[in-house]
């Protein structure tokens, strides 16, 4: 019994995991990529160039940050089965969370990067206008945050809004 509850706990964990992963940055019902889809790109009124500019941009970075984000799932479900073990080893879950948490950091610092060199394809027109729909704010509680409108948590008004 214990067994099995441990292996439908990872299961479980494995797929809260990568729904998360899965969910942010991936294709979307209309095939499109990136941060924001379609809709985001449609606001900025960009050229065919642009759009293709920034598509191939975007995938090129989920390309880059597939792996590390195998790494970072595979690491928490081994943190999550060291937290399940009778008497957890204190100093190897630390060690394994900071591993986390250097891979996290990996994919925001390349997620960041990939912001940047979107913005160098943008006319000085269309950075006013990003601005404006609050891109690059990221969520949070504040009047600008992420947990307010729209039924609950969620990106905050923004650019795919």
Not at 63 to 82: Q, T
Not at 119 to 127: A, D, F, M, N, S
Not at 135 to 148: A, I, N, Q, V, Y
């Amino acid at each position: 019994m214990k067994k099995l509850t441990l292996v439908l706990m990872v299961v479980g964990l494995g797929l809260l995991l990568s729904a998360s992963a899965f969910a942010f940055g991936g294709p979307s019902d209309d095939g499109s990529r990136g941060y924001c889809n379609e809709a985001g790109l449609q606001r900025l009124n960009l050229t065919d160039e642009q759009r293709t500019k920034i598509e191939a941009l975007t995938t090129a970075n989920q390309k880059e940050i597939r792996p590390i984000r195998e790494k970072m799932f595979d690491k928490s479900v081994a943190l999550r089965r060291l937290w399940l073990q009778p008497n957890p080893d204190k100093d190897k879950i630390i060690a394994l969370q900071k591993e986390v948490r250097t891979l996290r950091d990996q994919v925001q610092d390349k997620s960041t990067l990939l912001r940047f060199e979107i913005r160098k394809v943008l006319t000085p027109e269309q950075k006013e206008k990003l601005a404006s729909f609050g891109w690059g704010r990221g969520p949070g509680f504040g009047p600008r945050g992420g947990m307010r409108g729209h039924g609950g948590p969620g990106p905050g008004m923004g650019m795919c809004q």
